[in-house]
C-alpha cells in the first residue's frame, strides 16, 4: 500500500505484562522437567507456584553476575558453560526451597542439569512467540 509504513519496536521486557509472560513461560518449564526428567520432584501446586518464582528472583539476582564472571568460559566453550550455569541456579533455587520447607528437589547433578536444560528449551521455544518484536503500522 502506498504511503503505508512499518516499524518494528521491541518490547519492554521489564513491563508487568513481559514479566507475567516470563513468570508463566518458568512455570510450564518447571513443570515440564518435573514430569520428564527423574530426580525432580514437586510435591504440590504451591510448591510449583512458588519454586518458579524463586527461580524467578534467583535468575534476575543472580545470573547476571556468574555470566559476567564466567564470561571467558562461556566463550571458550561456545556458550555451553550457560547450562552450566543455569543447573547451578536451578540447584539454589531448590536449595532455597528447601529451606521454605517447600516439596521442590533434586537428587543430584544430573538431574539438575537435565531440568535446567529442558526449562531452558521450553523457555527459549515459549520466548519466540511471547518476547518478539511488535509491528506496528505508521
Not at 531448590?94 to 520447607?101: E, I, T
Request: with cysteine; charged share 10%; aromatic share 14%.
Amino acid at each position: 500500500m502506498p504511503g503505508v509504513s512499518y516499524r518494528y519496536e521491541q518490547r519492554d521486557p521489564w513491563a508487568p505484562s513481559a514479566l507475567v509472560a516470563r513468570f508463566v513461560i518458568n512455570l510450564v518449564g518447571v513443570f515440564v522437567a518435573e514430569a520428564i526428567v527423574p530426580g525432580f520432584r514437586i510435591g504440590d501446586w504451591q510448591s510449583l507456584v512458588a519454586g518458579a518464582a524463586i527461580l524467578a528472583i534467583v535468575n534476575i539476582l543472580l545470573k547476571p553476575l556468574a555470566t559476567f564472571f564466567s564470561f571467558c568460559l562461556i566463550i571458550l566453550t561456545f556458550g555451553l558453560f550457560v547450562l552450566v550455569i543455569n543447573t547451578a541456579l536451578l540447584a539454589a533455587t531448590a536449595w532455597v526451597a528447601g529451606q521454605l520447607h517447600l516439596e521442590f528437589s533434586i537428587d543430584g547433578f544430573w538431574s539438575a542439569f537435565f531440568s535446567a536444560l529442558i526449562i531452558s528449551i521450553v523457555s527459549l521455544i515459549s520466548s519466540t512467540f511471547v518476547h518478539g518484536t511488535v509491528r506496528r503500522i505508521t
